[in-house]
């Protein structure tokens, strides 16, 4: 639970003070710090809270007896009707506007009237390619989004006497109403209807934005796409979303990153996978082989007596990590191709190597399938 202070200090009352007096005081502090008689002032607002709170609990006789045994404590705030008292002392509408669903140890408050307006964010997809994912890449991007208006500057008119000042509230924005209530007269401001709170109405509104003050176009936006950036990372640029005019703050852009596929690379983490196949001959005698890496082409080398599934690592040679420096390594997956046709001469010159070896090689049928094909035809 935060500090608090004590219930009686903040009503300015002593301990044996009874049900009367802890009324007539909050009345009167309640006079001078209701959040209407001080403009909204956020310091009175605290303090209207503080005192409300002490109220609410002190004129409760079982809260004050749990409050005087054991000073505060969770229990004090269960099943708390702060809503009546504010309904006792006609302030109903100052508890919607202060309190959210759960009164006790927080105390939420309503954003209050008067804020800037902010513009929704905008969401967009933008392609690269398989290596500048690798490298990263700085991109222009072009899409459309809500601006203010460059032809009235987002004033909404143009002409001259296009603008007037609103009638029902004097250019102030709000109007005040004043109301009844038990601890005097109250008065409330709110947004003036006429002109939304502006102050303004528009006469002759400009062509291009119908007096909005913005209107939607087409805009650019540099991007640092990062290396090591993965398909569907999403960035977020700061400001770039739509305006709801000159006095507005700005939505957000957020990027897409769609990386495109390139033939042959695959991604799996930071590293790149690639795949070669060579001969048979190739495998058992070695050789040096041309490939392709994210830097261009690079001349490796096959030991002999390589094996199928055999890899071949290129360190460093793969994708830079994310918002690091190291990079991934390179991966070559070595497939081994048998030939399925062999001229004569091959033949003749596989089973001499077979023979040399002492292996039965070159009786062999044309496999299972053929064989059941005979079976079938009988
Ligand atoms: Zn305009
Ligand atoms: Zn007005």
Redesign the pocket.
């Known amino acids: 639970m935060r500090n608090k202070k004590d219930y009686y200090e903040v009503l300015g009352l002593s301990r044996d003070c009874n049900l009367t007096d802890i009324k007539r005081e909050y009345r009167n502090l309640a006079r001078k710090y209701h959040p209407d008689v001080n403009n909204g002032d956020p310091k009175a607002e605290e303090k209207f809270k503080e005192i409300s709170e002490a109220y609410a609990v002190l004129s409760n006789e079982e809260k004050r007896r749990q409050y005087d045994q054991y000073g505060f404590s969770r229990s004090l705030f269960e099943d708390f009707d702060f809503g009546s008292v504010f309904s006792e002392f006609g302030f109903g509408d100052i508890f919607d506007r202060f309190f959210g669903a759960g009164f006790g140890s927080t105390f939420s408050t309503r954003q209050r009237s008067g804020r800037r307006e902010r513009g929704s964010d905008i969401g967009v997809e933008t392609k690269i390619s398989f290596k500048e994912s690798a490298y990263g890449v700085k991109k222009e991007i072009e899409y459309n989004a809500d601006d203010v ?1 460059e ?2 500057k987002g004033k ?1 008119s143009t002409a001259d006497g296009g603008i007037i000042t609103c009638s029902e509230c004097s250019g102030t924005g709000k109007v005040r109403t004043v109301r009844q209530t038990l601890i005097g007269n109250i008065i409330t401001t709110s947004t003036c209807r006429d002109c939304g709170g502006t102050g303004k109405i528009i006469k002759d509104p ?1 062509e ?2 119908r007096g909005k ?1 913005y209107h939607r176009r087409k805009k650019k936006v540099k991007l640092d796409i990062p290396a090591g950036v993965h398909d569907g990372d999403s960035l977020r640029v700061s400001g770039k979303g739509n305006s709801l005019g000159k006095d507005s703050i700005n939505g957000d852009l957020f990027v897409t990153i769609r990386v495109m596929s390139y033939p042959g690379f695959k991604r799996d983490g930071n590293d790149v996978l690639s795949n070669i196949e060579i001969s048979f001959a190739q495998a058992a005698l070695g050789c040096r082989l041309e490939v392709e890496t994210l830097d261009g082409k690079e001349e490796i080398n096959i030991k002999p007596g390589t094996q199928p599934k055999e890899k071949i690592i290129l360190k460093s040679r793969g994708i830079v990590e994310l918002n690091g420096y190291r990079r991934g390594d390179h991966i070559i997956n070595i497939d081994v191709k048998i030939p399925t046709k062999l001229t004569k001469e091959e033949i003749m010159l596989l089973k001499k190597y077979a023979d040399g070896r002492e292996e039965a090689a070159g009786n062999g049928s044309h496999g299972v399938f053929s064989n059941i094909k005979n079976v079938f035809k009988k």
Request: hydrophobic share 10%.
């Open positions: 208006c032809v009235c909404g400009c291009k934005c003050g």
